[in-house]
């Protein structure tokens, strides 16, 4: 919690014992990178192993009868054991306090945590408190926050109490319970044994110097209970990234939704992979929210009555309560083919939800008919002699309209049904879409939240067989084999003949290559060509190389402006490029590089020229 300590704002875990505060522990590692900004609101304490007191508010004092309390870097001795604090980025910083704490005796390390959710990276949190213990003997106990933040984020929970490198108690990961208590039964004399026959660590433990103490008249132990059998280490069942998206970005979406009194969502359902997978992550909130009313949480049951405005309904399955809440709406043309129509049909019928069918036709003709008025110039695709402008501008006016058509239905259609409540409109765009930049600023990748936004491509298809195999959702199968495809271009004898790999130039594995490259590697247009060279050295030459980075960070920087007006989307990925405060960067580039692309032009032709002055060796009978 934010604690003024002479006019400095600090955050401050504050410690109690019967409603006594005992320590105000300010935090000393600020997390000021990627998603956190910690330096705009709080000033890292930089006193370390140094306590003042701390003169409480009146209103404190009145509540726990003490008018001044410690304050700073101290440990708390009980009467049989040491413990220390860590909060949230201290464990992450590689001079973390949890080292020179151990040295100093302290055996229990508790941390109070906000560590996001991020696909894969339970492994790496697991990890880095086992590792913190191992070198060091001791007890790690952290908990962490769980919810969504109201923006981007989700914690995911996932608290844990590791003791000599092992891991002993592990809690749940993804859950719409408010709160989870963790609990181990410890001995505290194997921390000791173990810390004993760690010579390095005991030479090091002699020269330390010591924290300040703060006694406390309380014991975690027991002088008789020798007979309460001892937790014994676990090992720890990972989530595989299918179920991560299954379960992360649900709870997201569960808790977006309670939380911004509206009374559903509406989604664009094109019959494509990404609207189809985000159709199928409402699907798993209605799965898991039905399930805890099932389990008798009563918190979550309060929830579904006030958002269904019910008092006495209760959910029967996921595809009753997904009628209920999610609404999707096929918005055709006369570019859109009937496979699709079915493809999106069956989706909603197998997962529940109220589905509409409309057809966009007539909007389109009279916009461009407004413009062809006006300008006395009607513009063609480019299949009918149109120039690539015309041809793009007629895929735009489509795209944008499904926006507009999108955001009416979500304001009426309720009403129109004779229900109360507007609905949420959910975006479908995937992350590598967003970096390359294909999508029509301000379509249907425009709305109020996107929860597979921070998602490769790749990553929604292993998505997509997994709630196949789970769900039993067999209208995915053809979902799965068809062609990703935008359908804004005229067919060719009633098939789609527009591809969207084919339109950005560069396949969706590619794509992932370049954001990890780009955001996580921090390489710009020739560092990813010299790291490249030799990644695809067996299927590319440095020439085919060179060309594909060359048009990655063309189209890359022409559609950065893009990513200022990005939905709100889920973060599950580091090479996210959401410009809000992720990958904050300039959206005006220079688009063509001349510098980085002469670079890479010459390394080429140095390449080719070392290459043909090699030697040809013979066969010699």
Same mark, same amino acid.
């Given at each position: 919690?934010?604690?003024?300590?002479?006019?400095?704002?600090?955050?401050? &875990? =504050?410690?109690?014992? /019967?409603?006594?505060?005992?320590?105000?522990?300010?935090?000393? +590692? *600020? @997390? #000021?990178?990627?998603?956190?900004?910690?330096?705009?609101?709080?000033?890292?304490?930089?006193?370390?192993?140094?306590?003042?007191?701390?003169?409480?508010?009146?209103?404190?004092?009145?509540?726990?009868?003490?008018?001044?309390?410690?304050?700073?870097?101290?440990?708390?001795?009980?009467?049989?054991?040491?413990?220390?604090?860590?909060?949230?980025?201290?464990?992450?910083?590689?001079?973390?306090?949890?080292?020179?704490?151990?040295?100093?005796?302290?055996?229990?390390?508790?941390?109070?945590?906000?560590?996001?959710?991020?696909?894969?990276?339970?492994?790496? &949190? =697991?990890?880095?408190? /086992?590792?913190?213990?191992?070198?060091?003997?001791?007890?790690? +106990? *952290? @908990? #962490?926050?769980?919810?969504?933040?109201?923006?981007?984020?989700?914690?995911?929970?996932?608290?844990?109490?590791?003791?000599?490198?092992?891991?002993?108690?592990?809690?749940?990961?993804?859950?719409?319970?408010?709160?989870?208590?963790?609990?181990?039964?410890?001995?505290?004399?194997?921390?000791?044994?173990?810390?004993?026959?760690?010579?390095?660590?005991?030479?090091?433990?002699?020269?330390?110097?010591?924290?300040?103490?703060?006694?406390?008249?309380?014991?975690?132990?027991?002088?008789?209970?020798?007979?309460?059998?001892?937790?014994?280490?676990?090992?720890? &069942?990972?989530?595989?990234?299918?179920?991560?998206?299954?379960?992360?970005?649900?709870?997201?979406?569960?808790?977006?939704?309670?939380?911004?009194?509206?009374?559903?969502?509406?989604?664009?359902?094109?019959?494509?992979?990404?609207?189809?997978?985000?159709?199928?992550?409402?699907?798993?909130?209605?799965?898991?929210?039905?399930?805890?009313?099932?389990?008798?949480?009563?918190?979550?049951?309060?929830?579904?009555?006030?958002?269904?405005?019910?008092?006495?309904?209760?959910?029967?399955?996921?595809?009753?309560?997904?009628?209920?809440?999610?609404?999707?709406?096929?918005?055709?043309?006369?570019?859109?083919?009937?496979?699709?129509?079915?493809?999106?049909?069956?989706?909603?019928?197998?997962?529940?939800?109220?589905?509409?069918?409309?057809?966009?036709?007539?909007?389109?003709?009279?916009?461009?008919?407004?413009?062809?008025?006006?300008?006395?110039?009607?513009?063609?695709?480019?299949?009918?002699?149109?120039?690539?402008?015309?041809?793009?501008?007629?895929?735009?006016?489509?795209?944008?309209?499904?926006?507009?058509?999108?955001?009416?239905?979500?304001?009426?259609?309720?009403?129109?049904?004779?229900?109360?409540?507007?609905?949420?409109?959910?975006?479908?765009?995937?992350?590598?879409?967003?970096?390359?930049?294909?999508?029509?600023?301000?379509?249907?990748?425009?709305?109020?939240?996107?929860?597979?936004?921070?998602?490769?491509?790749?990553?929604?298809?292993?998505?997509?067989?997994?709630?196949?195999?789970?769900?039993?959702?067999?209208?995915?199968?053809?979902?799965?084999?068809?062609?990703?495809?935008?359908?804004?271009?005229?067919?060719?004898?009633?098939?789609?003949?527009?591809?969207?790999?084919?339109?950005?130039?560069?396949?969706?594995?590619?794509?992932?290559?370049?954001?990890?490259?780009?955001?996580?590697?921090?390489?710009?247009?020739?560092?990813?060509?010299?790291?490249?060279?030799?990644?695809?050295?067996?299927?590319?030459?440095?020439?085919?190389?060179?060309?594909?980075?060359?048009?990655?960070?063309?189209?890359?920087?022409?559609?950065?402006?893009?990513?200022?007006?990005?939905?709100?989307?889920?973060?599950?990925?580091?090479?996210?490029?959401?410009?809000?405060?992720?990958?904050?960067?300039?959206?005006?580039?220079?688009?063509?590089?001349?510098?980085?692309?002469?670079?890479?032009?010459?390394?080429?032709?140095?390449?080719?020229?070392?290459?043909?002055?090699?030697?040809?060796?013979?066969?010699?009978?």
């Amino acid at each position: 919690m934010p604690v003024m300590c002479r006019n400095v704002r600090y955050n401050c &875990r =504050v410690i109690f014992l /019967n409603k006594k505060i005992l320590l105000i522990r300010p935090k000393m +590692v *600020l @997390a #000021n990178a990627g998603n956190y900004r910690e330096l705009r609101w709080f000033t890292p304490w930089s006193r370390t192993r140094y306590v003042e007191e701390y003169l409480l508010p009146r209103m404190i004092q009145e509540v726990t009868g003490q008018e001044t309390v410690p304050f700073g870097d101290a440990v708390l001795a009980t009467k049989d054991t040491c413990l220390g604090s860590e909060i949230c980025e201290e464990l992450w910083a590689p001079n973390s306090p949890h080292i020179e704490m151990g040295l100093d005796g302290v055996e229990i390390f508790t941390n109070s945590s906000g560590s996001h959710h991020v696909l894969r990276k339970a492994h790496t &949190r =697991v990890d880095l408190v /086992n590792s913190s213990t191992a070198k060091n003997g001791g007890i790690y +106990v *952290l @908990a #962490n926050q769980k919810g969504c933040d109201g923006d981007r984020l989700y914690y995911d929970g996932c608290a844990m109490i590791s003791m000599n490198g092992h891991t002993i108690a592990q809690g749940s990961q993804f859950s719409l319970d408010d709160v989870e208590v963790l609990v181990a039964t410890l001995d505290l004399e194997d921390v000791q044994s173990y810390r004993a026959e760690i010579s390095s660590r005991n030479l090091k433990a002699s020269k330390v110097n010591s924290y300040p103490r703060i006694k406390v008249n309380f014991a975690l132990s027991y002088f008789d209970n020798i007979c309460v059998p001892v937790c014994e280490p676990i090992q720890w &069942r990972y989530h595989s990234p299918e179920e991560e998206i299954c379960l992360g970005p649900a709870c997201w979406l569960w808790d977006y939704l309670r939380r911004s009194n509206q009374a559903g969502f509406l989604l664009p359902l094109s019959g494509g992979i990404d609207s189809s997978a985000t159709a199928c992550i409402v699907y798993s909130m209605c799965h898991q929210v039905s399930l805890a009313v099932k389990n008798g949480n009563q918190d979550v049951l309060a929830d579904v009555r006030r958002i269904v405005n019910d008092e006495t309904y209760i959910p029967v399955d996921s595809q009753e309560f997904c009628g209920r809440i999610f609404t999707t709406c096929y918005m055709a043309s006369e570019n859109s083919s009937q496979d699709t129509y079915n493809r999106a049909e069956l989706l909603a019928e197998q997962i529940g939800s109220y589905h509409i069918n409309l057809n966009i036709d007539g909007a389109v003709k009279v916009i461009v008919g407004i413009f062809s008025m006006v300008m006395g110039r009607s513009p063609q695709f480019r299949v009918y002699g149109g120039s690539s402008r015309e041809n793009l501008a007629l895929q735009n006016v489509q795209a944008r309209i499904r926006m507009v058509l999108a955001y009416l239905f979500a304001q009426l259609s309720h009403w129109a049904r004779g229900m109360p409540g507007g609905l949420l409109v959910l975006g479908s765009a995937n992350v590598d879409e967003s970096l390359h930049g294909y999508l029509t600023k301000y379509d249907c990748s425009s709305a109020d939240i996107n929860p597979i936004g921070g998602i490769s491509k790749t990553d929604l298809r292993r998505f997509i067989q997994y709630c196949m195999e789970n769900f039993q959702l067999t209208a995915l199968r053809s979902i799965m084999s068809a062609p990703p495809t935008a359908e804004l271009e005229p067919l060719v004898d009633g098939q789609v003949s527009q591809t969207d790999e084919e339109d950005m130039g560069v396949t969706y594995t590619e794509l992932s290559v370049y954001g990890k490259l780009r955001k996580i590697a921090k390489a710009g247009p020739y560092s990813m060509f010299c790291k490249l060279i030799n990644m695809w050295k067996d299927i590319c030459t440095p020439r085919e190389v060179a060309s594909k980075v060359k048009h990655f960070f063309r189209m890359y920087s022409i559609n950065r402006h893009k990513m200022t007006t990005l939905t709100p989307a889920y973060h599950a990925e580091n090479y996210s490029p959401e410009d809000n405060r992720f990958d904050l960067r300039p959206f005006l580039y220079n688009t063509t590089w001349s510098w980085q692309f002469r670079s890479i032009d010459k390394q080429v032709s140095n390449l080719e020229s070392n290459e043909r002055r090699k030697p040809v060796l013979e066969d010699v009978d």
